[in-house]
């Protein structure tokens, strides 16, 4: 059984920055990669950023490129997802994602909210 936690979320002005945080547990031997998506209201979920687990290596969302960075705690099981210079528009629920045993999103965070306010 794998778990995934996040923390980090809240209310911030245009502009500023917030740490969002997912700790991993469980059953994460074979972990492939693992991943950031968020979900404004009335929108599907879309991709944010991910990063692979062994090689370090990132993907953005273009939306968020230059501003956010992915990174990895592999000690530690956390991956972080440092968010800069936010705008309204990054108003959403975050969701942190793991690709174990395979390359498909397969295990999901609760979310947490990121509020950008005008």
């Known amino acids: 059984q794998v778990q995934l936690v996040e923390s980090g979320g809240g209310v911030v002005q245009a502009g500023g920055s917030l740490r969002l945080s997912c700790a991993v547990s469980?059953?994460?031997?074979?972990?492939?990669?693992m991943g950031w998506f968020r979900q404004a209201p009335g929108k599907e979920r879309e991709f944010v950023a991910s990063?692979?687990?062994?090689?370090?290596?990132?993907y953005y969302a273009d939306s968020v490129k230059g501003r956010f960075t992915i990174s990895r705690d592999n000690a530690n099981n956390t991956v972080y997802l440092q968010t800069n210079r936010l705008k309204p528009e990054d108003t959403a629920v975050y969701y942190c994602?793991?690709?174990?045993?395979?390359?498909?999103?397969?295990?999901w965070g609760q979310g947490t909210q990121v509020t950008v306010s005008s």
């Open positions: 994602a793991a690709a174990i045993n395979g390359i498909r999103w397969n295990y």
């Open positions: 990063i692979r687990w062994s090689a370090g290596s990132a």
């Open positions: 469980g059953r994460t031997s074979r972990t492939y990669a």
